[in-house]
């Protein structure tokens, strides 16, 4: 009897152990074991590590410059003169003869087409990407040959419903579904090009698609699925449940700042970021292929990046940052983001009356901002947004009146020393990045977090595997034996 | 008279609802400029900003701890109950 008692009490105590240290190791993989202390020192927040290693990082600065037109942008007589010098090689190019075509044409097809584009010659546009890509085909090209034909054509495709909304029209929304084709063509073909602006690109395309059933959306989600009614909570641009190892992960991103070859060890830090996007029934009111909420680094650099590279300035952009910006803590930014999607809302949709819902919107989250302490009064601030946004749209004007009066000069912007002078004549238009993208992570704040749960996790797992002991089925005991 | 058409198209492309990824000569330098502009910048020493919000809990933790309390007291009454049935 006393043998048998000790035989099973050691089996328990054997499966207990095994448990206890299954919970222990369970602890230490999900992230759950307390961190060393270390003395708090300012560190950079999760997004400053770029999701793919040779990808683009967030900076606070660039929202705040593209709602405030802080950065260069090409003129009119820019793409002229480039229309004009890329029909003269592409005529000379066709003269050549032989197999096939060389890239330079296709580079030059790019270029033409963009530039109509760019200077209003939209059908044309199109046509000429048409063609290309129907060439390209013909001669029996796929791949990634074919990327910047499908993005370029998707893209032309869409700023037509874009450009003229015409809510409930069927020939709109078969282009739009068109030019989404198109681009998910591209992504496929190309994956992470442009900082996965693309990606971002398909989904306002996929927006502007279910707007065009139901305009009452834009007052319910914004372009990436923020729920537009939310009190916008966490605040903060690290995620509040970084715990134990978890935290050391986030505090990697300040080994990536240092040494950018440290990418492979640093990128579980983008773990730390705040998500956002596909709030509510956003999934089930807008068909998109943004389903969960995602890293709010992600869209932001989408939306910036079609805001500077793209077609500039849409009310969409900015009230989609601004939800972003509430989200994560940036009160000043996302204020500024209202504020300029409020002055864009006759852009948002025909409808005054919807117009007027959507600039209402704007104004209730930037009264909702000024409630918070230590906020800037709304006067000085939109008086600072005025000089800032003239300050940028001068620039701009600046910019482009120096091409106009180069190329008149009878320079070419092929030149590589073209914008010299410009460069010269002042400060950079792009703003300092500054410590916006840096937090200080108090000691109390790590206490708080720092939860014991190596311990209770090891009891748990030692509770079970002891009671698989108790439980395990034992050989009965042969007499004589 | 240049520069109000320059304005005018200025303000023409800046009210266009247009978005795009458009890809031509100057987007690859462009985005490269883009980069330089912030992403190259030395790190400024930066001043104490403000931490995140909490959201643990020792809810969690405790009721894992009392489950495997409990599991384990009750193996070892099983184990000294089935103990004490062998013959």
Redesign the interface.
């Known amino acids: 009897m006393i043998a048998s008692l000790i035989l099973v009490l050691s089996r328990i105590a054997v499966f207990a152990a095994v448990g206890a240290g299954v919970g222990l190791l369970g602890t230490y993989l999900a992230g759950l074991w307390p961190a060393p202390r270390r003395a708090p020192a300012p560190l950079p927040f999760p997004h400053v590590v770029p999701k793919s290693q040779d990808g683009m990082s967030l900076r606070f600065a660039m929202v705040h410059d593209v709602i405030h037109e802080r950065f260069e942008r090409h003129g009119p007589a820019f793409y002229q003169e480039r229309n004009r010098r890329a029909r003269l090689e592409l005529a000379a190019l066709k003269t050549l003869g032989g197999e096939g075509r060389p890239p330079r044409y296709w580079e030059l097809l790019d270029d033409l087409a963009v530039g109509l584009e760019m200077v209003g010659e939209h059908d044309e546009a199109v046509r000429l990407m048409r063609a290309k890509l129907e060439e390209q085909k013909s001669l029996g090209l796929s791949g990634r040959d074919l990327y910047s034909s499908h993005a370029n054509l998707g893209t032309f495709l869409i700023l037509g419903p874009f450009r003229k909304v015409r809510p409930g029209n069927e020939d709109d929304k078969k282009v739009l579904r068109e030019g989404l084709e198109h681009i998910h063509k591209a992504i496929e073909i190309n994956p992470d090009s442009h900082f996965g602006r693309e990606i971002w690109q398909a989904v306002i395309i996929e927006y502007m698609i279910a707007l065009y059933d139901d305009p009452e959306l834009l007052l319910k989600y914004d372009m990436v699925g923020n729920w537009l009614d939310a009190l916008a909570e966490p605040r903060s641009a690290l995620a509040p449940v970084i715990r134990g190892t978890g935290r050391v992960r986030v505090e990697a991103a300040g080994d990536y700042l240092s040494r950018d070859e440290s990418w492979g060890s640093a990128k579980d830090a983008r773990g730390g970021i705040t998500k956002v996007g596909a709030e509510r029934n956003w999934a089930g009111e807008v068909q998109s292929s943004h389903l969960w909420p995602v890293p709010f680094d992600e869209p932001t650099l989408g939306i910036v990046g079609m805001w500077r590279l793209g077609g500039g300035a849409h009310p969409y952009f900015a009230v989609a940052l601004g939800e972003i910006m509430l989200r994560v803590g940036q009160d000043h930014i996302a204020w500024c983001a209202f504020e300029r999607a409020a002055r864009l809302a006759e852009f948002a949709w025909p409808d005054p009356g919807l117009q007027e819902r959507f600039r209402q919107h704007c104004r209730d989250r930037q009264r909702l901002l000024e409630k918070q302490p230590d906020f800037t009064p709304a006067e000085k601030l939109r008086q600072a947004f005025e000089a800032d946004l003239k300050f940028g749209q001068d620039h701009q004007r600046a910019y482009q009146e120096y091409e106009a009066d180069q190329i008149q000069a009878g320079r070419s912007p092929d030149d590589p020393h073209f914008y010299d002078d410009f460069s010269k004549g002042g400060p950079p238009v792009a703003s300092p990045v500054g410590n916006a993208d840096w937090y200080d992570p108090n000691p109390d704040y790590w206490e708080k977090l720092t939860i014991p749960w190596p311990v209770p996790l090891a009891m748990l797992g030692a509770g079970v595997l002891g009671m698989i002991g108790a439980l395990w089925p034992t050989r009965p005991t042969t007499p004589g034996k | 008279m ?2 109000l058409a ?2 005018v ?2 303000l ?16 690859v330098p ?2 490269r400029q ?2 330089s ?3 190259d ?1 030395p ?16 809810l ?6 009392s ?6 007291f ?3 009454v ?3 109950v ?3 049935r ?2």
């Open positions: 240049r520069k320059l304005s198209a200025l023409g492309l800046m009210a266009s609802p247009a978005l795009a990824c458009i890809n031509d000569s100057v987007t462009h985005e883009f980069k502009s912030y992403i910048q790190a400024e020493q930066p001043a104490p900003a403000t931490s995140p919000g909490e959201e643990g809990s020792f969690g933790p405790l009721a894992a701890a489950t495997g309390g409990l599991l384990l009750g193996a070892l099983v184990g000294v089935r103990s004490g062998r013959p």
